[in-house]
């Protein structure tokens, strides 16, 4: 692919500062790195990814809503991770992680654990007390 050739799609990158490098041919035949805003085929792929997230997240959404389980149940499976994962990159030790998996036990917790978690799920507060509706 030529310097020029490199796609420039936006879709998920748009109105970010994230872009993909990708190497490309110059006009004096050798590689260069190149940054693109995305490409098409790249998009469709990661959305298809995102689309199984979504689906296999549903079946704890549904939970969820009938307070079975608490949001943070959702917002850990959404971001791919599992108790342990939760608990190392937050701090916050397992049993505990484990306990406020419960409804209850997370409509109990304090702001600066509910920070904590909303922090390490890159979400905010709001976003971690709720699900989102279909």
């Not at 916050?92 to 209850?104: L, Q």
């Amino acid at each position: 692919m030529k310097v020029e050739e490199v796609p420039q799609d936006l879709k998920f990158f748009q109105g970010t500062v994230v872009s993909d490098v990708c190497y490309a041919v110059d006009a004096d035949g050798n590689y260069q790195a190149v940054l693109s805003k995305g490409w098409d085929v790249k998009a469709d792929a990661l959305q298809t990814v995102l689309d199984d997230i979504d689906e296999q997240c549903e079946p704890i959404r549904q939970q969820v809503l009938r307070h079975e389980v608490s949001p943070l149940a959702y917002h850990m499976e959404k971001n791919l991770m599992d108790i342990d994962m939760l608990a190392d990159n937050s701090g916050i030790a397992k049993r505990k992680v484990k306990k406020h998996m419960e409804y209850d036990e997370f409509m109990k917790l304090g702001a600066d654990v509910l920070q904590t978690y909303a922090e390490t799920l890159r979400i905010t507060v709001d976003e971690l007390k709720t699900v989102p509706e279909k």
